[in-house]
C-alpha cells in the first residue's frame, strides 16, 4: 500500500497551518533552485502546468492529481496491456479496481476535493480509451466542471478517436491531452498493436499500424494548432521500438508536443499481457536513461512519471485510491473551495521561497570542480526532505555538479505486489535500485539499516530534515568537495 | 441469426454495446447481453458483425 501521510498531514485549514505542518523542525532552509520553474516557460504555458502533478516536475510536489475509471471501453489492443487483469496492490497504468458511472465518479472526485485541497487535476487514462468512449468521458467531465470549476481537467488517448473530438476538447475548456505514440515505423507498430478498430471494421498487422500512426499525427497537429498541450507517452520496448525513440522524440517535439514522457514496459507473466506471456522483457534502469540521454534535446522530457493506476488519487507516486472507493463516500459532500484556494496561495509563496533558497546554494556550487554526484531524496511532497528512510516507497534521484541540481527520475523501491517480504529483503532491493548512487538524503534512518547501507558503500544522511531538496544537495555538493580539496 | 455474448468471458468494457448498429446490446443485471430480437448480424450494415470486430477478448462475440 501507498503511503498516505503526506497528504494525511497537510489536512489543515489555515495557510500558517499549511506552512507549520511542511516546515517542521530541522536545519533552517537556506535556498534553493529548480530550474524547472517558470524562466524557461511563456507565462501563457506555465499557467497552464504550474498546478499540473504530471506536466511539471516541480508542481508534482505540491499538488495532486485524480483518475477516475469511466471510460472501459477502447478501440485497439496493444501487447502490454490485458483489460481483464486487476489487481488492487499492482501500480500500471490502464489498470483499475473500480468501474465507475459518470455521476458516481463526479460524486467520487467531489468527495477527494473536499479531503484534499492539493488536489489540482482530474484525468481520464483507461482502462479503455477516453477519447474512443468519449460520451462517458464527456459526461464526467461536464458534471465535475459544474461542480468544481476549478479543478484542470485532462485525458489521455492512443489517439484513433481523438480527431473526432478536438472541437468538443477545446469548447470544454481541457488543456492538457496526453497521447500514447510508441513509434513512428507501421513495422514496429504490427509488433505492438495486433489490431485497431476503425469506422466499423477491423483492422490488423500494417494496415493497423499505418491508420493508427496517421491518425495520431493527425490528433497531434490539431491539439497543437488548438493552443492544447500535449504530453506524448511512448512505452519502451527493447528490441521492439528502442531504435526510433529518439526520432519519435524529434519529431513530436517538432510538432509541438510540450512533453515526451518515455516509460518503460511493465511486463510480468502473471499479468496475462501478451507481451508478459512471450517473456518480452522490460528495459532497465540504465537502458531507460540511456534512451533518455539520446533524446536530451528533444521534447523535454518527463523523468518523473509514476505511471500511476487508471483510478490513482494522491500526490505523484502515492495512491490513496482505496480510501475512496464507492462504498466509502458520503452521500452528500460538502466541498470547501476555499481550503484549495488557501493551499493554492501558500504554494505560490512556498515556490518563491524555494526558488530564491536554490539561488544563493547555486553560487557555492559554481565554483566546484569536481566529478557529477547522484543523490537519492526521500520526500512526501513538498519540495522538502521530510521522509523517513524506512517509509520511502521510492527515491528521488538527483544529479548534482557546478552547473546545479536536475532531478533525473525516481526509482521505485518496492515491487509493486508488496507483501511477502521480509525487511532484509527489502533492504537488499533497496540497494539493488540504489546501484550507482552514493549518498540518500532522508528525514530520519534507523542504526541498523544506516549499517547495512554503509556496508553496501551508500551513506544515509539525515541531518537535513525538512531541507528543501536541491538547497540541501547544493550544500552536501559544495561542502564534500571542500572536503575533498582538503584532504587531497 | 444472432450473436451472443460470452459471459464468463466478457470484461464489461461495454464497446460491443458503443458499436451495435441495432442497440442489440443491453446491459442487465450486471452482465452485457444481446437480444437476438434486434441482433442482424450486421447483415447489410457491415463486413462483420461489430460486436465481435471489436471486443477485446477472443470468441467472446459468437454466433448463438
Ligand atoms: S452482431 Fe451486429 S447486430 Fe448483432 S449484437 Fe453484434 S453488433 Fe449488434
Ligand atoms: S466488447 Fe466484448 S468484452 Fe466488451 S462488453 Fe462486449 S462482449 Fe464484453
Redesign the interface.
Known amino acids: 500500500m501507498a503511503d498516505i501521510i503526506s497528504l494525511g498531514g497537510l489536512q489543515v485549514a489555515s495557510r500558517d497551518e499549511l506552512g507549520k505542518a511542511l516546515e517542521g523542525g530541522g536545519c533552517a532552509a537556506s535556498s534553493c533552485g529548480s530550474k524547472a520553474g517558470p524562466a524557461d516557460m511563456d507565462p501563457a504555458t506555465w499557467a497552464k502546468v504550474k498546478d499540473h502533478p504530471c506536466y511539471s516536475e516541480e508542481a508534482h510536489h505540491y499538488f495532486a492529481r485524480m483518475h477516475v475509471s469511466v471510460a ?4 485497439i ?1 496493444c501487447n502490454y496491456c490485458n ?2 487483469y486487476d489487481c488492487a496492490n499492482e501500480s500500471r497504468p490502464g489498470v483499475v479496481s473500480e ?1 465507475l458511472t459518470p455521476e458516481q465518479a463526479a460524486r467520487k472526485v467531489l468527495a477527494v476535493a473536499a479531503e484534499v485541497p492539493q488536489l489540482s487535476v482530474l484525468g481520464i487514462a483507461g ?2 480509451d477516453a477519447a ?2 468519449w460520451k462517458k468521458t464527456k459526461a464526467t467531465f461536464d458534471l465535475v466542471q459544474k461542480q468544481l470549476p476549478d479543478i484542470r481537467l485532462c485525458l489521455s488517448s492512443n489517439g484513433l478517436a481523438m480527431p473526432d473530438h478536438v472541437d468538443e476538447i477545446v469548447a470544454m475548456n481541457i488543456d492538457h491531452v496526453t497521447l500514447t505514440i510508441n513509434t513512428l515505423d507501421p513495422e514496429v507498430g504490427a509488433q505492438i498493436y495486433p489490431w485497431i ?1 476503425f469506422r ?3 483492422h490488423h498487422g500494417i494496415e493497423a499500424a499505418t491508420i493508427l500512426l496517421d491518425r495520431q499525427m493527425q490528433a497531434l497537429d490539431m491539439l497543437v494548432a488548438r493552443g492544447v498541450l500535449v504530453k506524448v507517452n511512448s512505452v519502451l520496448i527493447p528490441g521492439i521500438n528502442e531504435a526510433g525513440m529518439q526520432e519519435l522524440n524529434r519529431v513530436v517535439k517538432q510538432k509541438g508536443a510540450f512533453l515526451h514522457n518515455i516509460m518503460p514496459l511493465i511486463s510480468d507473466p502473471a499479468h496475462g499481457t501478451h507481451f508478459g506471456l512471450t517473456g518480452q522483457r522490460g528495459p532497465t534502469a540504465a537502458e531507460l536513461r540511456a534512451v533518455q540521454d539520446l533524446c536530451g534535446d528533444g521534447a523535454n522530457l518527463m523523468k518523473h512519471c509514476r505511471q500511476c493506476r487508471a483510478d490513482a488519487v494522491g500526490m505523484l507516486g502515492e495512491d490513496r485510491g482505496q480510501e475512496f472507493t464507492l462504498d466509502k463516500l458520503p452521500e452528500v459532500v460538502e466541498d470547501d473551495g476555499e481550503k484549495r484556494a488557501a493551499y493554492r496561495d501558500w504554494v505560490a509563496r512556498e515556490r518563491e521561497d524555494r526558488r530564491a533558497a536554490a539561488e544563493a546554494a547555486q553560487a557555492e556550487v559554481a565554483v566546484v570542480a569536481a566529478p557529477p554526484m547522484l543523490v537519492a531524496v526521500c520526500t512526501k511532497g513538498g519540495g522538502r526532505i521530510n521522509q523517513h528512510f524506512g517509509h520511502a516507497t521510492e527515491f528521488q534521484i538527483y544529479e548534482v555538479d557546478a552547473a546545479g541540481v536536475r532531478f533525473i527520475t525516481h526509482r521505485r523501491a518496492d515491487n509493486y505486489c508488496v507483501g511477502g517480504h521480509g525487511d532484509g529483503e527489502t533492504l537488499s532491493e533497496i540497494i539493488r535500485t540504489l546501484d550507482g548512487v552514493p549518498v540518500v538524503l532522508c528525514a530520519r534512518i534507523g542504526e541498523a539499516p544506516r549499517e547495512r547501507m554503509a556496508a553496501a558503500g551508500i551513506e544515509v544522511i539525515d541531518t537535513c530534515a525538512q531541507d528543501y531538496i536541491e538547497t540541501a544537495i547544493l550544500d552536501l555538493y559544495a561542502s564534500r568537495n571542500r572536503r575533498d580539496a582538503l584532504t587531497a | 441469426m444472432a450473436y451472443k455474448i460470452v459471459t464468463a468471458h466478457c ?5 460491443c454495446e ?2 451495435c448498429p441495432n442497440a442489440a446490446v443491453r446491459f442487465k443485471a450486471g452482465a452485457y447481453v444481446i437480444d437476438p430480437r434486434l441482433c442482424t448480424e450486421c447483415a447489410g450494415q ?3 458483425p ?1 460486436c465481435a ?2 471486443c ?2 477472443p470468441k467472446t462475440c459468437i454466433p448463438a
Open positions: 472501459p471501453a477502447c478501440n489492443q483489460r481483464k468501474r482502462p479503455g474512443y468512449d478498430f466499423g471494421k477491423r | 470484461t464489461a468494457c461495454g464497446a458503443f458499436e457491415f463486413d462483420a461489430q470486430s471489436v477485446p477478448v
